[in-house]
C-alpha cells in the first residue's frame, strides 16, 4: 500500500524520531511510504486561538498536499482530530464549500498510526520487540476525538518482552492541551502532578502514548523530577526490533536495557 505520512509540525521540528519509527515500521510492514513535501502546519492552533483566516490557508495547502493520496497516517492523535472535526467546518465558516467537500475526502483517508494498523492494515502484532517495563497513556484527542480506544493497547500487547502495566486514572488529562498550559499554568502544573503521581505508582520505566505533545508534557516535568522514567512515543516502540548481529535493536526508544537493570 503506498501511505502519506502526514508528519505534524511538533514530529517534524522537536521529535522527529517518531516520525521516522513510523516510516521504519511501516516500511517493515511492507508499505511504501511517501512525503508530500508541500505540507506544513495543519492549523489547529490557530483554529482554537482564534485566527480563522491563517487557519483557512493552512487547510486549503493540506487539502492541496495530500488530496491525491488514498491513506494518509500522522503519528498524532490530536493532529489528526483537528483534520477530521475542523477542517471542513473553517471552509464552511469561510463560504468555502468546495474546499470543505475536498477537506472532507481528505479526512476520510486520514489515519492515526493505530488506527491504521489495526482497522486498515488489520495487524496488531508488528513484530516488535522492547524489552522494558511500559504503561500507557491515552491522550485526549485520541481518546475523545479519534475514540481509538483498545487499538493502542491491543498492538503494545503483542510486543515481545513488553511488560505493559495498567496506569491509574489513565483517561484524565495530562494538562497540556497546546495554548491551555501556557493560558492556564497553574491549572495545567496541577494536572500534570497528578498523571507523573499515577505514572511512578506503575513503576515503568517507559510512559507511551501516541502524541509527541503531551509526552514533551509528562517527559519535561519527570525530568524535573529525576524519576528515571522515559517518555517514548509508540510509533517507536512499534518500531523497534530484536537486536541484530551487533548486538543493538534498529530503534531502542531512548531506553537502553542497562538503564532499566540501573533502576532496578
Partial sequence: MRIALFVTCLADTLFPEAAKATVRLLERLGHQVVFPADQTCCGQMHINTGYPDDALRLVRRHVQAFAAYDVVVAPSGSCVGSVRHQHA???????????????EQVARHTYELSELLVDVLGVTDVGAYYPHRVTYHPTCHSLRMLRV?????????????????ELPDAEQCCGFGGTFAVKNADTSTAMLADKMRHVLATRADVCTAGDASCLMHIGGGLSRLRAGVRTVHLAEILASTEPGPAGRSTSEGGVRATDREARR
Avoid at 89 to 103: F, N
Fill in 149 to 165: 480506544g483498545e487499538r493502542p493497547l491491543r498492538l503494545l500487547r503483542e510486543v515481545r518482552g513488553l511488560d505493559l502495566v
Fill in 89 to 103: 467546518a473553517v471552509a464552511r465558516r469561510a463560504g468555502d464549500e468546495r474546499l470543505a467537500s475536498r477537506a
